[in-house]
C-alpha cells in the first residue's frame, strides 16, 4: 500500500473550517484514501474514506485532486473536540490500515 | 458506525503472568479482525490479522508465541500476552472488518500496565 504524509501538527481556531492535507503521490488505481482520528488514549474512528473526487458525510468532506497524489480532509465548523491526532490511510481492497505519524490537530478557542 | 468494545479497559499484572483480552464486535459479523499496540507518543502498530476459524498471521517481529490470538467466532477475538514483562506495557487496540464492507471499526482500547 502506498505511503503518505502528513503535516506533524496543524492549530485551528474554533468554529473555522480545518483542512488537513494529505500526500500520496505514490497511490494506485485501486487504493482508497481512509481517514481516521484518535482522540487522545482513546481507539481511532473512522471519519470518511473515497477513492477519487469528492465525498461527504456528518461529519466531513474529502477532496480527492484529478490526478490523486493527494487529498484534503475538510472538518467544516471545527470545535474543541475535534482535537485529535488524524491519520490519513492509503488502502488497497482487502489490505491492511497501516498508521503513519498522522497531523496533530489542535482546535483552539 | 459499528461498535467494538474491549475488555477489560486496563489491566495491572506483575511480571511473569498472563493476560487475556477480549474484544467483541456486538453489533456486526467481523470475519476479519486486528490488532494493534500503541507505546506513548507513537503510531498504532499492526501485530497480527485475525481470521474466524484459522491462525492468525503475524507482522513481522511480532512473537507469535508470546502474543497468542484467537478468533474463535464472527464476533470475539483474543489476544493473550504470556509471560508479560514491564516491556508490554502498552495500549492494545482491536479493530473489526464488517463482513462485505470495507470500513474497520476500532475498540475503546485496553491499557497494559505490567510491573
Known amino acids: 500500500d502506498a505511503k503518505t504524509t502528513q503535516p506533524p501538527s496543524m492549530d485551528c481556531a474554533e468554529g473555522r473550517a480545518a483542512n488537513l492535507p494529505c500526500n500520496h503521490s505514490?497511490?494506485?488505481?485501486?487504493?482508497?484514501v481512509y481517514w481516521y482520528r484518535q482522540i487522545h488514549s482513546q481507539g481511532p474512528q473512522y471519519i470518511i474514506h473515497g477513492l477519487k473526487n469528492k465525498e461527504t458525510n456528518e461529519m466531513a468532506s474529502l477532496i480527492i485532486t484529478e490526478d490523486r497524489k493527494s487529498s484534503t480532509l475538510i472538518l467544516p465548523h471545527a470545535t474543541l473536540r475535534d482535537t485529535a491526532v488524524y491519520y490519513c490511510?492509503?488502502?488497497?481492497?482487502?489490505?491492511?490500515?497501516?498508521f503513519g505519524q498522522g497531523t496533530e490537530l489542535s482546535v483552539k478557542p | 458506525g459499528a461498535v467494538v468494545s474491549q475488555h477489560p479497559s486496563w489491566v495491572i499484572c506483575k511480571s511473569g503472568t498472563s493476560v487475556k483480552i477480549e474484544c467483541r464486535s456486538l453489533?456486526?459479523?467481523?470475519?476479519?479482525m486486528f490488532w494493534y499496540r500503541q507505546f506513548p507518543k507513537q503510531s498504532l502498530m499492526l501485530m497480527a490479522t485475525?481470521?474466524?476459524?484459522?491462525?492468525?498471521?503475524?507482522e513481522q517481529g511480532v512473537e507469535k508465541d508470546k502474543f497468542l490470538i484467537n478468533h474463535a467466532s464472527l464476533t470475539l477475538s483474543t489476544l493473550t500476552v504470556t509471560s508479560a514483562h514491564p516491556e508490554d506495557s502498552s495500549f492494545y487496540i482491536c479493530t473489526g472488518r464488517v463482513v462485505l464492507q470495507e470500513t474497520q471499526y476500532f475498540g475503546p482500547g485496553t491499557r497494559l500496565l505490567v510491573l
Open positions: 505514490t497511490i494506485s488505481g485501486n487504493e482508497y
Open positions: 490511510i492509503v488502502r488497497s481492497q482487502g489490505g491492511k490500515l497501516i
Open positions: 485475525s481470521n474466524e476459524g484459522s491462525k492468525a498471521t503475524y
Open positions: 453489533d456486526f459479523q467481523a470475519t476479519t
